[in-house]
């Protein structure tokens, strides 16, 4: 990798409290499991009603996919690379966000336009922030669909509009969940049931047109021909007015929101792994550690996915007495990734490097793209993300000055890594440091290709794996949006906060959507569920 250097010692960010038992105290109103957005937002509404709240984290950093780690003077996110229905002030996410960090946490909107640039075989098509904009660059880009661009912002938005009861009776008592459901299928459920690509095919036979109104795929994790519509539309709708980023990094996420449970006399522990959540008589009463302290609590939730879940936490026999284990069955793992994190010892102005992030495609057809590369690792890559974290981020140049860091992301199948997922962290061999090595050069390829001015310049490089995944987050395969968003996965109403175990809920990704507005609004049922009452009408 020429002078690239491979920075191995890493450092930590104050966010929560390294646990101990001497700080444990008592018996808790309630129980999260895992510091992502959903447990942060559970444990703050939680907490704002007066519940005294104990987050329990496996890793020694907070905030699941909102951390931010460093590397000798550079800081990278993992997760938040752009955040949509930020820039309105009165939007229900912004509100969501000012209420349960009271007002700690700031956001910078990315103020270029196009906020996203499609690159495919060499032609650049811009996302533009707006409806309007956004339809007649559309337009621009493809005068004879004008009609199927029309269409498919109609069909985009009512599945926007008409999810909102989708997802709300996921917090109702089961009985009136069942007899509302019928009435609250409508246009989402329908369009949720078939493709992205199906829908879109029915309105234009343009495959080019397909491949660049599907180019955010990455944000879902499944090209159009396997992914749901109505996570697309949610997507599409999610963007429509651009996006914005958490001034002072991801890490100001988890930030923020700690003082919400902390005040109520509340923990939020680092380095605490549950082992088991224990069970009496049918119902959650507590947690117990991986150090064998048990730990009471009158609600357990939590928020570490769907598999973890029910193949860590719940003995064998509760979780097939409660009909999970089979029900896993009806849900696949979402994708896996490699992420290549670069630091320069530049500005990113002094570099001309933008906002827009960059989604880099061999072809149009992204399903053949994928296809291709799971049957031929040495084929084009088939998908290349990049953002430019620190050109987003107002407040990077006062933290670290005449420095700047980038981001590019790519598929890594999990198979391709599982030999090694029984060696230790760091220690994986020199088999795994060469495969490593030639994906970074790949990506690097790439990188140059789209931004050649930083080639030459780059201080030092990290590639994370499916397995640095997995070490960090628990998820068993690497896969970075929990359940994947196909179809099917929208047709199981057991993905909601109660479950058939008294006192056990579930929050995350994994029962709303993925990303961090899906799971933030997946904290609010939680809560919602537990206090029995709509806290979307008490955000002020």
Wanted: charged share 25%; glycine share 10%; net charge positive.
């Amino acid at each position: 990798m020429g002078s690239v250097t491979i920075v191995t010692k890493a450092e930590r960010f104050l966010v929560g409290t390294k646990y101990d038992p001497e700080l444990l105290k008592g018996k808790y109103d309630a129980i999260v499991i895992g510091s992502g957005i959903g447990g942060l937002t559970t444990a703050a509404l939680l907490s704002q009603s007066g519940k005294r709240v104990l987050v329990l984290e496996r890793h020694y950093m907070a905030g699941g996919f909102t951390h931010a780690y460093k590397r000798r003077g550079y800081e990278w996110d993992v997760g938040v690379h752009y955040i949509g229905g930020l820039e309105n002030p009165r939007s229900t996410l912004r509100r969501l966000f000012d209420h349960i960090s009271e007002g700690r946490l700031e956001w910078a909107q990315i103020t270029e336009d196009p906020y996203d640039r499609i690159l495919i075989a060499g032609e650049s098509y811009d996302y533009v922030r707006g409806l309007e904009p956004f339809r007649e660059q559309m337009k621009e880009y493809f005068p004879s669909e004008s009609r199927a661009i029309e269409k498919y912002l109609q069909l985009a938005f009512e599945v926007g509009r008409s999810s909102r009861s989708f997802f709300s009776n996921k917090a109702l008592p089961p009985l009136l969940a069942r007899i509302m459901q019928p009435l609250t299928r409508g246009k989402f459920q329908r369009l949720a049931e078939r493709t992205t690509g199906e829908v879109i095919s029915e309105l234009s036979g343009d495959r080019r047109l397909l491949g660049v109104l599907t180019g955010q795929w990455g944000d879902y994790g499944l090209p159009p021909g396997q992914s749901s519509f109505a996570m697309h539309a949610m997507l599409v709708c999610h963007y429509m007015n651009g996006a914005s980023y958490p001034v002072g990094g991801a890490s100001s996420i988890a930030r923020s929101i700690e003082p919400t449970i902390l005040a109520q006399g509340g923990e939020l522990l680092t380095s605490a792994e549950v082992e088991r959540v224990l069970v009496n008589r049918g119902r959650a009463v507590g947690v117990r550690l991986t150090d064998g302290v048990e730990i009471e609590a009158e609600d357990v939730i939590t928020g570490i996915g769907v598999f973890n879940t029910i193949e860590k936490l719940l003995e064998p026999q509760d979780a097939k007495r409660i009909g999970y284990s089979q029900k896993l069955k009806n849900v696949e793992r979402s994708l896996s990734h490699v992420c290549l994190y670069i630091g320069l010892r530049e500005s990113a102005q002094s570099l001309g490097l933008r906002q827009t992030n960059l989604w880099i495609y061999p072809g149009y057809d992204h399903d053949a793209n994928v296809r291709r590369y799971m049957e031929d690792p040495d084929t084009h890559l088939p998908l290349v993300y990049i953002s430019f974290p620190s050109a987003k981020d107002p407040d990077w140049e006062r933290r670290y000055p005449n420095r700047s860091t980038i981001e590019v992301i790519s598929a890594g199948p999990y198979e391709w890594f599982s030999k090694w997922r029984d060696t230790p962290w760091r220690k994986r061999g020199e088999e795994y440091l060469t495969l490593k090595n030639r994906l970074s050069e790949r990506m690097l390829n790439v990188l140059y290709a789209a931004v050649p001015q930083v080639k030459g310049k780059i201080d030092f490089c990290e590639l994370s794996t499916p397995l640095s995944t997995r070490h960090f987050t628990g998820y068993e395969e690497g896969e970075i949006y929990g359940v994947s968003h196909t179809p099917a996965r929208f047709r199981q109403h057991w993905l909601r906060p109660r479950t058939p175990l008294k006192h056990f809920f579930l929050t995350g990704q994994d029962i709303a959507t993925d990303g961090v507005a899906g799971a933030l609004m997946s904290g609010v049922l939680t809560a919602s569920t537990i206090l029995k009452r709509n806290l979307l009408k008490q955000v002020p």
